[in-house]
């Protein structure tokens, strides 16, 4: 591969940066604009990143595929195991209100607040780890196209 | 230049351009030849439907649909002092009328004179485009197998290879490939839409 | 627990898929799925019977009331097509392991039930929601994971077919988009009943109409009806055996059954039939899809895809039914549904069987497999028998009904054009039970096994329920009724 330093230096400049603000909308996807789908293609776009510019070893070190995979699995059972959460609660599916009294408040926001946020954060794992999978299964085929 | 026809017409532009976009991707997915260029026309194609949805939800003079802090305290507080925050089960039909008898009741609530756009729309058009997400990433996964297989991505030839093999429903053995050189990426991208699709 | 069936049936599989992820053991896998894919079934068995004793159930997802939360809704129809697909797809997979290991590789059969399993949540999603949208998102559930199962097909045609599926079936699905977003815009709401109960009818205004006719050729796409089916043949060829007999039982079916939601739940029947001529186009697309895809069954050489043309004459009879808009017809297409879900089935196993054992699903190859493989092959002249409508079989049962409801409302030359039709299908049933036990067996097909057990077993317990449902008709034809009657008369 061709060195390139000034894309390198930069790359690594601004990663830290993307991945802040993948989180900043990940955590602030409750009280406003935002969310776990955002926030999960802007992660998954800094691995990207890494992955165009430092290569697809590079980036395979860091996020190894078998983990991406189990992660996007995890992140859809974070999800669903909310609502089973508020299921056994005595709630509906996915009916937040529950939490409200379940949890000691000192700790954690209310209801709909805990339950949008685990929710988020479900998605958030799922679609960033989808997102670089299906990076990983376009570019693990460069030779053949 | 004035008459109410034209203007009733330019009023609505949005659609115009929804129509232009929806038929330009048609048109591409109906007369492609390339897989790859399909895909893209399919892509338009379903931008337009975003944007048919988007420009729905937009109210005139409305802003975004936040409630801004000060105004959500002071409405709740109202609304304690009422006690009109019950929240269950209905029957169909009784809770769009009990909402909007409670926004009539809350008029003169502070913040009631704000304009939100509808959100709605835009949140289904989330999820709508993670679908899109999925079926283009998909529909690529597809493109880059038939590629591996045929050494070519222009459905003429693909059809030209196909049939030098014979008729096409034959299954000659000879063409009974390794199915372990796949790695299914087509299975992976399905997984963004179960999750966000409950939201 | 019992309030929250609704919701598990759609949960317990959309967990179970990425466990199966999680797993990545094949066995483990496997096991998992069969195990969720009967508690499903078990599921809807349960919700069958508590519809029947204490009517419609609704389960307000999240604890929102409807219309602006979203309504998970099991009546006597969606019940009834819920009890169906669950129990193909439990079925199927009793069935598919000795399959699934002939035809896909071994590292990737984890990710196959995972599929497999996204499908079945898909399809069951369809079935119990009451918001429009939502259908739309289960439709999209399902036919992505669709299109990844037949894309696993072993030939090279098979990502082929599965693109050019992907290609019609998400313009089809688009086009399903864009209805609900003109109802929802006509209408302010994405509940089903809240549409019904609000949109414009009596004079159909523009947007309504737009609206309807974007979600009947959407769906249609999606049902394979006549001239939008031509996606329908090389998918079902071409994808792995087991593959094609969970779709071809069930995928269509639940098209049909979100088609009559719309026509019955949503649009009323005045508004399709009366007002438009809906009723005439599709009994007309119905008979030519019926004898142009039966008369192209006949021709093929490729016993996959003359069943394929020969699920697209079905669609027909269920659209038949449908467009009668009468209780009989109405029954009848229900009821047509749930049979043709296992003769299709049972067929496509048996298909399946033989593509085991003889490599092949060529008729050529076939020749004279009666002498090897007497009962897969006794199983096909069985699966045939119901295919056509003999009396005693499932088949007999959807045909009567429907050819009592042509004759109740004078219809006779439908009912004619009806008993020809039947005659298509025993020509091209005859030729592979000809093939199969009058010719002259090749060296190869004399040194083939019969199928294992494992998969003759469940074949023949779907063979056995075209004929047991084919005398006793309380769980299919009295419970179709009952759905029609419930469609026909006050909508909830």
New interface residues.
Partial sequence: MIKFPIIRVITKLLIPYILLFAFYVQFHGDYGPGGGFQAGVIFASALILYGLVFGLDAIKRVAPPIVIEKLMAIGVLVYAGTGFATMMLGGNFLDYDVLEHSFNHKYLPGGQHLGIFLVEVGVGITVTSVMTMIFYAFASRSRFV | MNSPALEQAAGLYNYWIVIVLMMTG?YI?LARRN?IK?VIG?NI??TS?FL??VT?GKVRGGT?P?IPPEVAEAQAKAMHETGHSE????A??T??EEIVGAHAAHADLPGADIIYSNPL?SV?M???I??GI??T??????????????GTIEEDR?LEI?RADG?P???D?D??????T?????????????????? | MTEHLPILLIVLPLVAAPLCVILHQRTAAYTLALLVSWITFGISIALVAQVNQTGVIRYNLGGWAPPYGIEYLVDSLSSFVMMFVSGIGAIVLVYAPKSVDDEIARSKHYLFYATYLLCLTGLMGMCVTGDLFNVFVFLEISSLSSYALISLGQTRRAPLAAFQYLIIGSIGATFILIGIGLLYQMTGTLNMADIAARVPQENGPRTVLVAFSFLVIGLCVKMAVFPLHTWLPNAYTYAPSVVTCFIAATATKVSVYAFIRVIFGIITPGFAFDYLPLDTELTILALVGIFVASTAAIYQANVKRLLAYSSVAQIGYMILGISMSTPGGLTAGIVHMFNHALIKGGLFMIVGCFALRLGSVKLDDWKGAGKTMPWTSLGWAIGGLALIGVPVTAGFISKWLLLTAAMEKGMWPVAVLMLLSSLLAVVYVWRVVETLYFSEPTAKVLKAKEAPLGMLIPTYVVLAGTFVFGVWTTYSADLAAAAAAGLLGATP
Avoid: K
């Fill in positions: 048609f997915v897989l399909a399919l194609f379903q439907v048919l949805y729905m975004a936040i929240h269950g089960t209905h169909l039909g809770v769009s729309p289904l989330l999820t709508a993670v679908v999925a079926t990433a998909l529909a690529l996964a597809l493109v880059v197998r038939i590629r591996e297989d045929y693909i196909d008729l429903d034959d299954d053995e063409q009974w490939i390794d199915a372990d796949h790695s299914l990426a087509g299975s992976s991208p399905d997984t963004p839409t179960d999750s966000e699709s409950v939201n």
